[in-house]
């Protein structure tokens, strides 16, 4: 009887702590959703704030480059509208909206680039490669085609 008593105990204990672990679990999982839906929420407000500041300085002159993909200089810029007048080739220009310029095109001078320290002198020779007359004697020089050997 005894022995039973053990048993029923050992059992108990086990669904407790089965109880425990998986309240354990269910907490842990939401402390790291919880902790996923900061960083996101953190992530856009960055990138908004970026977004803002880039929009508050821009001005005419300016290189951009739309969000869907047409690079221009800024003409004219109204902020009351949210538009902006971009030219993208000379004489032809287009009015988009301000949220539309993905981002300011940094332009790089020739004087920013590093100097090459390579010549025409350094870059190697290679042979002449074999004219296409020259037949391949590795594969295939020999082949005879069956197709010939028909009656025509």
């Given at each position: ?6 048993f029923a105990t050992v059992i108990a204990q086990a669904e407790g702590g089965q109880e ?29 704030k970026t977004q803002q500041q880039q929009r508050a300085s821009m001005e005419p002159g ?91």
């Amino acid at each position: 009887m005894t022995h039973n008593a053990e048993f029923a105990t050992v059992i108990a204990q086990a669904e407790g702590g089965q109880e425990g672990g998986s309240s354990m679990f269910m907490l842990l999982m939401l402390a790291v959703l919880g902790l996923l839906f900061f960083m996101m929420i953190r992530r856009s407000r960055k990138a908004m704030k970026t977004q803002q500041q880039q929009r508050a300085s821009m001005e005419p002159g300016m290189q951009v480059m739309t969000t869907f993909g047409l690079y221009g200089t800024i003409i004219e810029v109204d902020r009351d509208d949210n538009k902006a007048v971009i030219e993208l080739s000379p004489g032809h220009f287009a009015t988009v909206h301000l949220q539309a310029i993905g981002q300011v095109v940094e332009e790089t001078n020739a004087e920013e680039l590093p100097e090459s320290d390579i010549t025409v002198d350094d870059i190697p020779d290679y042979p002449e490669q074999a004219s296409p007359d020259t037949p391949d004697t590795d594969y295939g020089s020999e082949y005879k085609d069956p197709r010939d050997d028909r009656d025509r």
